[in-house]
């Protein structure tokens, strides 16, 4: 499934009219869906070959593909959780920087069918979550239950894999953590099931950024220009998907991965609708970020025993385009 580049994260290609251009591998957290919208539409559009790069996809073949491989300088970005950067950084001394915050707060949701009848997270006292296996994503759900004035002990977690939405409808468990708000949630009233869910932020969890870009320290030193120009098409990429979602939709359907990954339109243009309400803010730009978020979230890991130490905020992140 994935081509692993050799040698250096980015090459330098000919096109027509002999001009060069910077080849640039995007390793994605996931298949696509609506929140790679904007770089499909870059790449249709033509924003980054504006930039003089050529931007190639991957998908992961493992979860921690879009860390490792630019760790080790076989991709030029990544698509990756905060804080699993924090975590990797500092418990793994991993050499990876965030040069961008896409997704500015939790996707990251506890999620129950309204049926249930589940108002707050101290009401899953005596209740069953079911997880798909993420220390984190449990780590949310205890940390839910006491800021909310319960008790985590009382909360059962169980490993149900994956398929969080079937664990739900079946009622195999009573709610499930590491169920997003722009896919896990839309899918659930698309096959008619009214959901519930809890925003960690909202809850005791500091606010973090959901997905970031992350590059390795090498490409950040060799390759800054060439990672400036990459983040330049994709905020181009994201005006263009936030004033006209309509054909951005299309575009990201038009690449969809069937075989692996078949996109529900209805469901897409849900979660766009989810995502452009995250992806900035009055006060913060797509892409930009601050000292103070990722201290927080390396501070909350750290108390809770994730993260082994503290690492310096500028060693977790840059903001090239300043």
């Keep these: ?18 001009k060069q251009e910077k080849e640039v591998t995007v390793v994605l957290d ?44 076989k991709a030029t970005v990544g698509l990756y959780y905060q804080p699993d950067v924090v975590i990797a950084r500092a418990n793994e001394g991993v050499p990876v920087t965030s040069i961008g915050a896409v997704v500015r707060s939790p996707l990251n949701h506890v999620v129950s069918l309204e049926a249930a009848g589940i108002k707050s997270p101290k009401d899953l006292e005596g209740k069953t979550v079911g997880s798909s296996g993420t220390p984190l994503s449990e780590e949310y759900v205890k940390a839910m239950v006491k800021q909310d004035g319960g ?28 169920a ?5 949630v839309p899918v659930l009233r698309h096959e008619g099931y009214p959901p519930a869910y809890f925003d960690p ?30 983040l330049r098409g994709a905020q181009k990429g994201y005006e263009f998907m936030k004033q006209n979602p309509d054909e ?49 979230q390396n501070k909350w890991l750290k108390d809770k025993g994730m993260a082994k130490q503290m690492v310096p905020a500028d060693e977790l992140f840059h903001d090239i385009l300043k």
């Excluded at 499934?1 to 002999?18: E, V």
């Excluded at 997003?180 to 896990?184: D, P």
Aim: proline share 5%; hydrophobic share 40%; with cysteine.
């Design 180 to 184: 997003y708000i722009n896919h896990e």
């Design 248 to 296: 951005a939709l299309k575009i990201l359907l038009a690449h969809q991965e069937k075989e692996n990954f078949p996109l529900i339109p209805e469901v897409e243009k849900e979660s766009m609708n989810i995502l452009l309400g995250k992806m900035e803010s009055p006060q913060e730009a797509f892409l930009s970020q601050t000292s103070a978020s990722w201290e927080e």
């Design 201 to 230: 932020a909202k809850y005791g969890v500091p606010n973090y950024y959901e997905l970031v870009f992350v590059t390795g320290d090498s490409t950040l030193k060799k390759d800054k220009k060439t990672l400036q120009a990459f």
């Design 30 to 73: 996931w298949y696509p869906n609506a929140v790679h919208s904007f770089l499909y539409a870059a790449i249709e559009k033509g924003y980054f070959k504006e930039e003089g790069i050529n931007v190639k996809i991957q998908f992961p073949a493992n979860p921690t593909d879009p860390l490792t491989l630019t760790a080790a300088g």
């Design 1 to 18: 499934m994935l081509g692993i580049l050799s040698g250096c994260a980015t090459k330098t290609t000919s096109s027509a009219g002999n």
């Design 151 to 178: 008790d985590p002990s009382k909360v059962k977690i169980v490993d149900v894999g994956f398929d969080l939405v079937a664990a739900l409808i079946t009622k195999k468990v009573d709610a499930v953590t590491g």
